[in-house]
C-alpha cells in the first residue's frame, strides 16, 4: 500500500479524526432546562463555592489537552503549527481509542517560551492533564520544566517521556532474556535531543551501570566546552570516565545501542565490537540506524525497532493512554518518577516469563490489555508518592 497516498485520501474523507460527541440527551425543553439554562447555574455556583467540584461537575475529570507548537513533527521538523494538527488529531484519537481518554489538539501559533507557557498555565483549569508533543528541543525542556512548577495537573512530555518509559520497559524485558542486570549493563545512546536525553535519565533511574551519549559530533563528555548547556547537563550525569570520539570509536564492549538519530548511522562492523549478545534499539523513522536483519546477522541478540513491520515494536501508544488514565483516575497532581517507573515495570510484566522471545519484549501497540495494567500501577504509584487527589 502507497500509504501517504492513501492517508492523504482518507484524511479529506474524514476531514478529521475526532469529534464531540454530546454526553447529555437534548430532545425536550426539560432536558434544555437542566443541561442549559437555568439549570446549569447551580453547578456554576457550586464550582465558584469550590472550584474543585469541576473535577465532578464538568468533564474537566477526563480531558487532555494535547498542545504543539508545530516544531519538531515526527521527523519532518520545524513544519508549523496547522501542519501538525494532523498528528495532533491522530494522537487524541489515540487517547480515546486505548485509554478511553478525550483529548483535544492545541496548536499554538508561537515559539516563544514564555508565550506558551502562560497560553497553557491560563488554559489549564478547563483540562486534567497537558501532553506536549513535537515541541523542539531545548525548548521543550523549559516549557515543560516551567509548566510543572505552575500547573496543578499533570504535565507529560511524551516525545521525552513516553519514549523512555517504553524504551525502559524493553531494556528490562531483554535484560532478562540476556541474563544481564541492569546495574552490569554498559550502554550507549546515539542521539542526544529530547528522546535521547530522557531515555538516559530514565535509564539512570533504573539503575544501569554505564551510560554514554552521541550526538552528530560525537560522545558528550563533562568538561568539554563546545557543549550546550542542555547537553552539558546531560554530560555531568553520563560517561563517567569521560570517553569522547565518534560512535564507532565508543560503542566497542558495549551491551546495550539506543538509536534516536537517523538511518544508517550504526553497521554490522559496529555491533561486531559489541559484548556477546548485544541488544539494539534502532528507532529512528522510518529507516532506523540498522535493519534488523543486518543487525541480527551482526550478532545482536534483541532488536528492537519504532517500526510495526518488524517485532518488538518500540511504539509510545504502549505508555500514554494508560500513563494518563491511571492519573486521571487518581486525579494526580503530576506524573513524578514513581509513577513513570510504574507504567514502565507495568508494560514490561505484560509479557510473561514463558512468552518473553527474542522477538517478543513488549506487548502489541494494539494490545489493549495494556492500558489497565499501565493505568492501575500508575494510579497506584500516585497514591503512594503523594500527588493523587482521591
Not at 514564555?114 to 497553557?120: K, L, P, W
Not at 534488523?292 to 541478540?301: I, L, R
Not at 492519573?327 to 509479557?351: G, K, T, W
Request: glycine share 8%; aromatic share 4%; net charge negative.
Amino acid at each position: 500500500m502507497d500509504y501517504a497516498a492513501e492517508s492523504l485520501r482518507l484524511h479529506k474523507q474524514w476531514k478529521g479524526k475526532i469529534e464531540v460527541i454530546c454526553r447529555a440527551p437534548l430532545e425536550t425543553r426539560e432536558d434544555l432546562s437542566l443541561a442549559y439554562t437555568p439549570g446549569v447555574a447551580q453547578p456554576c455556583l457550586e464550582i465558584q463555592k469550590d472550584p474543585e467540584k469541576s473535577w465532578e461537575l464538568t468533564r474537566r475529570s477526563n480531558l487532555v489537552a494535547v498542545v504543539t507548537d508545530g516544531t519538531a513533527v515526527l521527523g519532518l521538523g520545524d513544519i508549523g503549527p496547522e501542519a501538525g494538527m494532523p498528528v495532533m488529531e491522530g494522537k487524541c484519537a489515540l487517547f480515546k481509542a486505548f485509554g478511553d481518554v478525550d483529548a483535544v489538539p492545541l496548536c499554538v501559533r508561537s515559539k516563544d517560551v514564555d508565550e506558551i507557557v502562560r497560553t497553557i498555565s491560563l488554559l489549564a483549569g478547563s483540562f486534567g492533564g497537558i501532553n506536549l508533543e513535537d515541541i523542539a528541543a531545548p525548548r521543550c525542556f523549559e516549557i515543560e520544566r516551567r509548566l510543572k512548577e505552575c500547573c496543578d495537573i499533570p504535565v507529560f512530555h511524551d516525545d521525552q517521556h513516553g519514549t523512555a518509559i517504553v524504551v525502559a520497559a524493553a531494556f528490562l524485558n531483554a535484560c532478562r532474556l540476556t541474563g544481564r542486570k541492569p546495574e552490569e549493563v554498559r550502554g550507549v545512546i546515539n542521539g542526544a535531543g529530547a528522546a535521547g536525553t530522557a531515555i538516559a535519565k530514565f535509564l539512570l533511574k533504573l539503575g544501569i551501570g554505564e551510560l554514554i551519549l552521541c550526538d552528530k559530533q560525537g560522545a558528550l563528555a563533562q568538561g568539554d566546552p563546545s557543549l550546550s548547556p542542555a547537553h552539558a547537563q546531560i554530560a555531568a550525569i553520563t560517561n563517567p570516565r569521560k570517553k569522547q570520539g565518534s560512535l564507532a570509536q565508543v560503542l566497542p564492549g558495549a551491551d546495550l545501542f539506543i538509536g534516536v538519530s537517523a538511518p544508517r548511522m550504526l553497521t554490522g562492523e559496529m555491533i561486531r565490537t559489541m559484548n556477546k549478545n548485544p541488544i539494539v534499539f534502532a528507532m529512528a523513522n522510518p529507516v532506523p540506524e540498522i535493519l534488523p536483519e543486518e543487525a541480527k546477522e551482526a550478532g545482536a541478540a534483541v532488536v528492537g525497532t519504532g517500526r510495526s513491520d518488524y517485532p518488538n515494536q518500540i511504539n509510545n501508544v504502549l505508555a500514554f493512554p494508560g500513563i494518563f488514565r491511571g492519573a486521571l483516575d487518581a486525579r494526580a497532581r503530576d506524573i513524578n518518577d514513581a509513577m513513570q517507573l510504574a507504567a514502565a515495570r507495568a508494560i514490561a510484566a505484560c509479557i510473561p516469563e514463558q512468552e518473553l522471545t527474542c522477538e517478543n519484549i513488549l506487548p502489541s501497540a494494539l494490545d489493549k490489555s495494556v492500558v489497565p495494567c499501565v493505568a492501575q500501577a500508575v494510579a497506584q504509584a500516585a497514591r503512594e508518592s503523594g500527588v493523587a487527589r482521591i
